[in-house]
């Protein structure tokens, strides 16, 4: 949850990426295959058996101490891989932009935070 509210957003054609920093730690990285857009389990565990090699192809360019999660578009599945490789490295391109931007509640973010509201502070 807390990159749905603390986290800042990449968009691609292929996924989008929600990425924030962490205090202290290395990188870690997780995936987001929706029932919605990949009906089939199957679909599901292809997109993101796809992205983990892509992923570890790209291991040497990630920078240390971030939270990423890559949200997974219908296309990922499909997509030829060096289009996918090109995309994801486009994307890992854009942290330190994004990281200067002001966070940006997504839409799971704020349902939470309606659901959730955080205490005052005394």
Do not use: C, W
């Not at 029932?35 to 992205?51: E, I, L």
């Amino acid at each position: 949850m807390k990159l749905a509210v603390q986290g800042r957003p990449v968009f691609g054609p292929f996924a989008t990426l929600r990425v924030r920093k962490l205090a202290k730690g290395e990188t870690r990285i997780a995936f987001i295959t929706s029932t919605k857009v990949f009906k089939k389990s199957v679909d599901r565990n292809r997109a993101k058996r796809r992205m983990r090699a892509v992923l570890r192809v790209l291991l040497p360019e990630i920078p240390e101490g971030l939270h990423l999660l890559f949200i997974l578009k219908p296309e990922t599945r499909d997509v030829k891989y060096d289009l996918l490789v090109d995309e994801v490295r486009r994307l890992l391109s854009k942290i330190p932009e994004a990281l200067t931007k002001p966070a940006k509640i997504s839409t799971r973010g704020s349902k939470f935070l309606k659901k959730y509201p955080t205490p005052k502070k005394i």
